[in-house]
């Protein structure tokens, strides 16, 4: 292997009666789970439950933090404040970090959903208010966000480590922005496209934008979203093809060592 790179997924985003994915199968072919909080999915049995896969899984546990956006699944934006984004950061990542610590584990890092993430990517107060939220909770937590956006910039500026991310299955602007989903071609359907995008980014490469360019990416993780149809399949074909390319697939390294019975959702590494 000559490098490696994270593998997440958004997860944990089945609610009440209604279930979204299928997390057991795709843990088995990613090294971090991002568990929705219950803002825009997720309830309290949902989240423990999905800690607990994690762990058996030895994923790395993470909170995916929201506007408050249930009937829209987070993804419509809002109009927020710094403050309220501050606290809405804060009490999800709070809730996650409860049922991870009552499990004996703690989180690696938190990375915001859908129109929060966008939003934060582009917008420098937003991005700082989820930082300072972030860093004032747990300055070891790693902040994910959108390669080379306000939120990672925001994120180093309170002292956090960061983590870019880049998208397998996303097609991506000439700004570097990820096309509105509101675009009928937003999502690369397609596995073996999708496949392909994630090694070009995870090699080096980039990827191709929506108007054709290329479009320079360093990412330290690669997302696999949880509510595809066939999202155990694609994290499977995504993990072979990296595995294939010389590239191994492991959870970041923690910012401070977690404590002995802790460490299992640290140890997902490619042998």
Known sequence: MNHSIDLNCDMGESFGAWTMGDDAAVLAHVSSANIACGLHAGDPDTMRRTVDLALRAGVAIGAHVSLPDLQGFGRREMKISADETYALTLYQVGALAGFARAAGARLTHVKPHGALYNMAARDAALADAIAQAVHRFDASLRLVGLAASELPRAGERAGLA??????????????GALTPRREHDAVIEDIDDAVAQALAIARGDGATTRQGRRLALHADTLCVHGDRANAAEFARRLRDGLRAAGIAVAALPPRMSARPDETPSQRNTEQ
């Open 162 to 175: 960061v983590a870019h991310e880049a998208f397998a299955d996303r097609r991506y602007e000439n700004d």
